[in-house]
């Protein structure tokens, strides 16, 4: 629920000196702390009437390395919606991304806006239940900063509480069986179905299959992905090979390690052959455990290819860049999109004239390679294609 959004009524906190942002030492930290407990006890309350007693977020937090610096802006308040909510509460189902758009006109200054903790592992870890509310500091910027955690019934108490994604699970489910780029040598060193039971020449769900290149090692994995060799990537303006596209077919459980091991089809998506090759699953922690940011450093690709095999997109569709971690790009950073303008005739001067470069959306990559990286479309304003340059956004 939206609460009044006039920040002139946001309880002030005392914060870091100016120029010194959130990163206090702990010692002034701790300071603060005892200081605003002390002046909270004569306000009054700023949450809802009737709010139970509430507890402490969950100890538990997926470590992270700090993050490096990002782009920031010096007039954060200008990024401020004007219909920010003053208080908010994380529903389960919310992700960061959402979150971040609720408050900001472009998300990636997330790291700006939120207060973090340099003593938590990871800062950016927000959960159900927490009350997030917005004030600002000493010089006038808005941040927004934990408060209390509302009380969870018993029944929920006594489950696992998993932080919130950064961006929908949903929208990349198609990723998690879908194409996947592989360097050519993991390819072609990967286990490879040799045969099916009684001489099937192809094999579906509940189908035996004989895997080989497997061996009998503490290593090997009990599930894989089955896929298929279909081509490779290539980066459109070097003409370099890029890695090797891999198809799913389906899932394969293995039941017994040998140097011809036998496993079972539990999922198909279609039909398995000879030859196709076993390779680790993607799990769906590629949507958690880092936030939306915006590079550092000028970053500049090219969408190479769509997942669901269409050259226009759009938003929540997963993408695959031509720059990956040796370019600088990494989990949670966000690109604008460019569609390349036409070339039309000039009817007044003669010839030919290319027409300035549109904007078309913005997306934020989840998973990274050496060469290549993945991105969901978190926004697109028009029609997103298959060669369209990505970059870093402008502070």
């Known amino acids: 629920m939206r609460e009044y959004n006039g920040l002139t009524t946001a309880p002030r906190r005392a914060l870091c000196p100016s120029g010194i942002t959130a990163r206090c030492t702990t010692a002034l930290a701790m300071a603060l702390s005892?200081?605003?407990?002390?002046?909270?006890?004569?306000?009054?309350?700023?949450?809802?009437?009737?709010?139970?007693?509430?507890?402490d977020a969950?100890?538990?937090?997926?470590?992270?390395?700090?993050?490096?610096?990002?782009?920031?802006?010096?007039?954060?308040?200008?990024q401020l919606r004007s219909d920010a909510p003053l208080r908010y509460v994380v529903k389960s189902g919310d992700?960061?991304?959402?979150?971040?758009?609720?408050y900001l006109r472009d998300p990636w200054y997330w790291p700006q806006l939120w207060d973090d903790n340099p003593d938590i592992?990871?800062?950016?870890?927000?959960?159900?239940?927490?009350?997030?509310?917005?004030?600002?500091?000493?010089?006038?910027?808005?941040?927004?900063?934990?408060?209390?955690?509302?009380?969870l019934s018993p029944r929920i108490r006594e489950q696992p509480l998993d932080n919130i994604a950064t961006i929908p699970l949903d929208a990349i489910r198609a990723f998690i069986t879908g194409p996947r780029m592989v360097?050519?040598?993991?390819?072609?060193?990967?286990?490879?179905?040799?045969?099916?039971?009684?001489?099937?020449?192809?094999?579906?769900?509940?189908?035996?299959?004989?895997?080989?290149?497997l061996d009998?090692?503490?290593?090997?994995?009990?599930?894989?992905?089955?896929?298929?060799?279909?081509?490779?990537?290539?980066?459109?303006?070097?003409?370099?090979?890029?890695?090797?596209?891999?198809?799913?077919?389906?899932e394969i459980t293995i039941d017994e390690f040998a140097d011809?091991?036998?496993?079972?089809?539990?999922?198909?998506?279609?039909?398995?052959?000879?030859?196709?090759?076993?390779?680790?699953?993607?799990?769906?922690?590629?949507?958690?455990?880092?936030?939306?940011?915006?590079?550092?450093s000028p970053i500049e690709g090219r969408i190479i290819s769509v997942y669901?095999?269409?050259s226009s997109v759009g938003q929540y569709q997963v993408v695959t860049l031509s720059v990956g971690r040796d370019d600088g790009i990494e989990r949670g950073h966000v690109l604008d999109i460019y569609e390349a303008g036409r070339v039309v005739r000039d009817t007044v001067a003669g010839g030919q004239v290319q027409l300035p470069e549109l904007q078309s959306g913005e997306l934020m990559v989840f998973k990274t390679d050496e060469a290549v990286s993945f991105a969901l479309i978190m926004r697109a304003r028009r029609a997103v294609h298959v060669n369209d340059v990505v970059r870093a956004p402008q502070g």
Request: glycine share 10%.
């Open 58 to 78: 969950p100890a538990t937090a997926a470590l992270a390395p700090r993050p490096a610096p990002t782009l920031t802006t010096p007039d954060l308040a200008a």
């Open 260 to 296: 011809v091991a036998t496993g079972v089809v539990t999922r198909s998506f279609r039909e398995a052959l000879v030859g196709d090759r076993l390779l680790p699953m993607e799990t769906q922690d590629l949507v958690r455990n880092f936030y939306p940011h915006a590079p550092a």
């Open 308 to 310: 669901d095999g269409v």
């Open 121 to 151: 592992a990871n800062p950016h870890l927000i959960y159900p239940g927490q009350v997030l509310v917005l004030t600002r500091g000493p010089d006038g910027q808005p941040v927004l900063a934990r408060g209390r955690t509302q009380r």
């Open 183 to 213: 360097a050519a040598k993991q390819l072609a060193n990967a286990p490879y179905v040799v045969s099916f039971i009684d001489e099937h020449l192809v094999g579906g769900k509940g189908t035996t299959v004989y895997v080989r290149g």
């Open 95 to 102: 992700t960061l991304w959402g979150i971040a758009s609720y």
């Open 216 to 250: 009998n090692n503490a290593a090997a994995l009990e599930s894989y992905s089955l896929v298929r060799d279909t081509g490779p990537y290539t980066d459109p303006d070097s003409g370099q090979m890029l890695g090797r596209e891999a198809l799913p077919v389906g």
């Open 34 to 55: 005892l200081a605003m407990l002390a002046g909270c006890a004569s306000r009054p309350a700023q949450v809802a009437p009737n709010v139970e007693p509430t507890i």
